[in-house]
C-alpha cells in the first residue's frame, strides 16, 4: 500500500491515526460488537460516540456554555438556507427583513443567492472588482441588519479574514467550512458558525453548527422541521437519524487534535507549512500566488504559471506531480491554475515534497521562460 499526499480542497486527507483506530473498531467499536454503521442511534451505545464528539468540540474551541453544538446535514450549502431562514425568516406576507453579506468569492456568492429567497441580503462590502484576491475593509453593521455573513476562509480564491468585523449587536455569522480548528477563533465573538466537515473535520456528510442560544426559536411557523435549529436542538442532533459514522470520525479527529496539542499547536504547524510555500513561491520565477499578502489564507493557497499562456505548463505540472503521489492539485474550475490545500491533517513532509518537487519542475524548464511577475 502506498498513501498519497493529497492536496485536495474537499474532502480532503484524514490523519492516518484515525483511519487506522476506525479501520480497527470496524467490527467492534467500543467493544459493543457491531459496526459503528450498524448501531441505533438511540442505543446507549452511540450516545457516548456523539457526546464525545461534542466535548472535544466544545473544549478545543472554548465554545461558551450559552452556545449549542449541532451535528445536521445538508452541507454547508444547506446553511447557506437554513441561516437566512432561522435568523431572519418572516411569516408568509411580512416584508423581509435584510441581512449584511460580505462578497469574498463563490461561496459567500452562494450563500447570498440563497438567502434572497427568503430576506433580503444586502452586499455591504464586496472585492468582486479586485477578482476576490482579498478580503473588503469591513463595514460597519447597520443596525437595520438582522445578522452579518461572511465566510472566513475562501477555499477557492484561497484568502481569509485577517481580523473578525466588529458587528456590535448585530450577529455575526461565519461560513469556516474550510478553517475550521485551523487557527484559535474566539467563538463569542459569533452568533452562528457553520462549517461541513469534509475540510478539517471529518467525512462529508455532516456539518457542525455552534449558535448562540439567544438566537434559537426566531424560525417562522412554515420553516420545515428538518431546517430548524431549535428542534434539531431540542432533540439533541436527533430529532432524526444523525449521520452517525461522520459523527464518530469527527469524534477520533478530535482525539488526535488534543493529543497533537490542541488549536493553539496545529495553528503553529499550518502557519510553518503555508509559510514554507509562500516563500517558495516567492523565490519562483515559474510560479506565484494571485492572493494579496494581507489576506492569505494558510488552508487553501492558489498558484498559477507567470506565463501569459500558462495551460500546457499547469497540465504538465499537475500530471506530473499526480506520478509522484501529489494529487488534487488542480484549481477550482471557476478560477483554473492550481491549488494546494494544508488542511490540519496535511503533514509538513506533504508540503515539503511539494515544494522539492515544484522547484524540480521549475528548474526543467529554466531556460524555456523569462521571468515577468505581473
Ligand atoms: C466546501 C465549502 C462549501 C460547500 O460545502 P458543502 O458541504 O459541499 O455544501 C461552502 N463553503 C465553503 C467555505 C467551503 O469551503
Given amino acids: 500500500m502506498k498513501r498519497v499526499y493529497n492536496f485536495s480542497p474537499g474532502p480532503s486527507g484524514l490523519p492516518e491515526p484515525v483511519l487506522k483506530q476506525a479501520a480497527t473498531e470496524m467490527l467492534d467499536v467500543n467493544g459493543t460488537g457491531q459496526s459503528i454503521m450498524e448501531m441505533s442511534h438511540r442505543s446507549k451505545d452511540f450516545r457516548p460516540i456523539i457526546e464525545?464528539?461534542?466535548?472535544?468540540?466544545?473544549?478545543?474551541?472554548?465554545?461558551?456554555?450559552?452556545?449549542?453544538?449541532?451535528?445536521?446535514?445538508?452541507?454547508?450549502?444547506?446553511?447557506?438556507?437554513?441561516?437566512?431562514?432561522?435568523?431572519?425568516?418572516?411569516?408568509?406576507?411580512?416584508?423581509?427583513?435584510?441581512?449584511?453579506?460580505?462578497?469574498?468569492?463563490?461561496?459567500?456568492?452562494?450563500?447570498?443567492?440563497?438567502?434572497?429567497?427568503?430576506?433580503?441580503?444586502?452586499?455591504?462590502a464586496s472585492s468582486k472588482d479586485r477578482g476576490f484576491t482579498a478580503i473588503p475593509p469591513a463595514p460597519k453593521p447597520d443596525p437595520e441588519d438582522a445578522f452579518y455573513h461572511i465566510t472566513l476562509n475562501n477555499t477557492i480564491v484561497g484568502t481569509k479574514w485577517p481580523d473578525l468585523p466588529e458587528t456590535g449587536d448585530v450577529p455575526l455569522a461565519a461560513d469556516i467550512s474550510s478553517c475550521i480548528l485551523s487557527e484559535p477563533l474566539d467563538v463569542s465573538r459569533f452568533g452562528l458558525l457553520y462549517a461541513g466537515a469534509q475540510k478539517n473535520l471529518g467525512p462529508a456528510g455532516v456539518t457542525v453548527v455552534i449558535i448562540r442560544k439567544d438566537l434559537l426559536g426566531?424560525?417562522?411557523?412554515?420553516?420545515?422541521?428538518?431546517?430548524?435549529?431549535?428542534?434539531?436542538?431540542?432533540?439533541?442532533?436527533?430529532?432524526?437519524?444523525?449521520?452517525?459514522?461522520?459523527?464518530?470520525?469527527?469524534?477520533?479527529?478530535?482525539?488526535?487534535?488534543?493529543?497533537?496539542?490542541g488549536v493553539e499547536a496545529i495553528a503553529k504547524i499550518n502557519r510553518e507549512k503555508a509559510q514554507l510555500f509562500y516563500d517558495f513561491l516567492e523565490e519562483s520565477e515559474l510560479f506565484?500566488?494571485?492572493?494579496?499578502?494581507?489576506?492569505?489564507?494558510?488552508?487553501n493557497i492558489p498558484f498559477r504559471p507567470v506565463l501569459s499562456d500558462p495551460k500546457d505548463i499547469e497540465s504538465r505540472f499537475l500530471a506530473a506531480a499526480a506520478e509522484e503521489g501529489l494529487v488534487n492539485l488542480a484549481g477550482h474550475r471557476l478560477v483554473g491554475g492550481m491549488r494546494a490545500s494544508f488542511y490540519n491533517a496535511m503533514p509538513k513532509a506533504g508540503v515539503e515534497a511539494l515544494i522539492d518537487f515544484a522547484k524540480a519542475f521549475e528548474n526543467s524548464f529554466k531556460n524555456s521562460f523569462k521571468k515577468r511577475k505581473i
Avoid at 435584510?98 to 433580503?120: D, H, L, N, R
Avoid at 431540542?234 to 444523525?242: A, H, L, Q, V
Fill in 52 to 124: 464525545h464528539a461534542e466535548a472535544g468540540l466544545r473544549s478545543l474551541m472554548n465554545i461558551p456554555s450559552d452556545y449549542t453544538v449541532l451535528f445536521l446535514q445538508g452541507g454547508a450549502s444547506l446553511q447557506f438556507s437554513m441561516v437566512p431562514i432561522n435568523l431572519a425568516g418572516v411569516e408568509a406576507g411580512e416584508p423581509k427583513k435584510k441581512a449584511a453579506y460580505i462578497e469574498t468569492g463563490v461561496w459567500s456568492q452562494k450563500a447570498a443567492e440563497e438567502a434572497a429567497k427568503y430576506i433580503e441580503p444586502v452586499i455591504r
Fill in 218 to 261: 426566531r424560525a417562522p411557523a412554515w420553516t420545515p422541521a428538518m431546517l430548524r435549529y431549535d428542534i434539531h436542538a431540542k432533540e439533541g442532533s436527533m430529532y432524526n437519524t444523525p449521520p452517525c459514522h461522520g459523527i464518530y470520525i469527527i469524534g477520533l479527529v478530535l482525539d488526535w487534535l488534543k493529543n497533537l496539542g
Fill in 288 to 299: 506565484q500566488s494571485p492572493v494579496e499578502k494581507t489576506s492569505r489564507s494558510l488552508m
